[in-house]
């Protein structure tokens, strides 16, 4: 069974420029998650799709945005990049179908990450 | 407020000793979950351990073991006889029905390395 893939592994872009990091959840999955990784503030809560609709969110700013296609991969894109920006973006999947926090459906599966450096 | 605190910034070890990764948790849910997540190089968070807050059995698998207690809200993971390729950052997690099913709040993780 294939994990969660990420595309790309490593990107580097200027400021002022916007990205878009892909993800591929678990076959099966319908929950797909991103987290965002950097040194200074640990690994953070971006947001989480489930059947296409975001449903929860981080509090992060408006420039950080994303969604899930019908089969479940999901895009998330950073517009008007800033050198903070610069991070390992985690995206993880769950099969998601229930939102019990004691469900063990929802235990995420995390994908390798893409790298982003921002110059 | 939701929040995971993981002391143990780094710890280095020689190969064989045991080592014991500290998580100590605050959250006013009274259903929530706990995690251990290991990030080795390649980037990914690999998914060791989970932990209902119903649930204060301890929990031994091979080398690993872990240690719940809700009267200190701590969550310690304990590696018996450590090898090199236990080499990684270690993280602790919280999940609560305040925050969301698929929401973790992650501690700032703790680097262990190994040494042969």
């Known amino acids: 069974k294939a994990g969660v893939t990420q595309t790309p592994r490593y990107l580097i872009k200027t400021r002022g420029q916007q990205v878009t990091l892909s993800c591929s959840p678990i076959?099966?999955?319908?929950?797909v998650s991103w987290y965002q990784q950097t040194p200074g503030q640990g690994l953070q809560f971006l947001f989480e799709?489930?059947?296409?609709?975001?449903?929860n969110k981080g509090n992060f700013p408006g420039r950080f945005s994303g969604r899930q296609f019908s089969n479940s991969r999901s895009e998330m894109n950073v517009s008007t990049l800033e050198l903070g920006d610069s991070a390992l973006y985690l995206c993880a999947s769950s099969p998601g179908g229930t939102r019990r926090v004691n469900s063990g459906a929802n235990v995420l599966t995390f994908g390798a990450g893409s790298r982003l450096t921002v110059l | 407020a939701q929040k995971v605190t993981q002391a143990q910034t780094e710890i280095s070890v020689v190969e064989k000793e045991d080592v014991t990764l500290d998580c100590v948790y605050e959250?006013?849910?009274?259903?929530?979950?706990l995690f251990w997540y290991k990030q080795p190089p390649s980037g990914e968070l690999v998914f060791l351990i989970r932990?209902?807050?119903?649930?204060?059995q301890n929990e031994i698998s091979g080398r690993y073991s872990w240690n719940f207690q809700k009267s200190t809200s701590s969550f310690n993971f304990t590696i018996t006889a450590s090898q090199v390729v236990d080499s990684a950052v270690y993280f602790c997690a919280l999940r609560s029905s305040i925050q969301g099913a698929q929401k973790l709040v992650f501690g700032q993780g703790t680097r262990l390395t190994i040494n042969p």
């Open positions: 932990r209902n807050s119903f649930d204060e």
């Open positions: 959250t006013r849910d009274t259903t929530y979950y």
């Open positions: 076959s099966g999955h319908r929950s």
């Open positions: 799709y489930f059947s296409e609709t975001q449903r």
